[in-house]
T-cell receptor
Framework: QQQVKQSPQSLIVQKGGISIINCAYE??????FPWYQQFPGKGPALLIA?????SEKKEGRFTISFNKSAKQFSLHIMDSQPGDSATYFC???????????????FGKGTKLSVIP | DAGVIQSPRHEVTEMGQEVTLRCKPI?????LFWYRQTMMRGLELLIY????????DSGMPEDRFSAKMPNASFSTLKIQPSEPRDSAVYFC????????????FGDGTRLSIL
């Protein structure tokens, strides 16, 4: 059972445009929602993260919007640049439960291509 | 500062052979995770350790897969015998113990089983 659904699978955006990637989750016990960025041949790297008690978090050109009632969150990349071309993964983490607390469930990823 | 170090970066071997993947986590991190990445299934958690102790191995696909963490600075993921369907990129990640500490990933091992 896929617990985090991510869309679209791929995205092509013109330089300077806005890239939007969406994720939906099922488990209301998730308490932390990070986004990871992965370049070819590299491991995923944390980009930005949000907790469900806030509706938006912005870091530079990257913004997470979070809708707790709809169980959805999205990543917005403003003024997209060719260097942003990468695969983006949303993820969700379960509530703290002692030693079993730090699992992340990942979406399947979105391959973003920003064209000049 | 050194990140998570994985070796080898690439491994090509024949079906039936034993494969050992290695990981050195970031010093001071007490959680270590092994993931597998494929086009079909995305990033899947295989197993994770806390203070060198396996906590959850429910993601390990079969008994052919095993993982150990003999000390805080080293972990191995072993596949014996290997099969073509094990071909994937395997990532190791580590994190600190405090809430909201991010997982830091290595650059992975690309495994091809012929």
């Amino acid at each position: 059972q896929q617990q985090v659904k991510q869309s679209p699978q791929s995205l092509i955006v013109q330089k300077g445009g806005i890239s939007i990637i969406n994720c939906a989750y099922e488990n209301t016990a998730f308490d932390y929602f990070p986004w990871y960025q992965q370049f070819p041949g590299k491991g995923p790297a944390l980009l930005i993260a949000i907790r469900p008690d806030v509706s938006e978090k912005k870091e530079g050109r990257f913004t997470i919007s979070f809708n707790k009632s709809a169980k959805q969150f999205s990543l917005h990349i403003m003024d997209s640049q060719p260097g942003d071309s990468a695969t983006y993964f949303c993820a969700a983490r379960g509530p703290y439960s002692g030693a079993g607390s730090y699992q992340l469930t990942f979406g399947k990823g979105t391959k973003l291509s920003v064209i000049p | 500062d050194a990140g998570v170090i994985q070796s080898p970066r690439h491994e090509v071997t024949e079906m039936g052979q034993e494969v050992t993947l290695r990981c050195k986590p970031i010093s001071g991190h007490d959680y270590l995770f092994w993931y597998r990445q494929t086009m079909m299934r995305g990033l899947e958690l295989l197993i994770y350790f806390n203070n060198n102790v396996p906590i959850d191995d429910s993601g390990m696909p079969e008994d052919r897969f095993s993982a150990k963490m003999p000390n805080a600075s080293f972990s191995t993921l072993k596949i014996q015998p290997s099969e073509p369907r094990d071909s994937a990129v395997y990532f190791c990640a580590s994190s600190g113990g405090a809430t909201n500490q991010p997982q830091h990933f290595g650059d992975g091992t690309r495994l091809s089983i012929l």
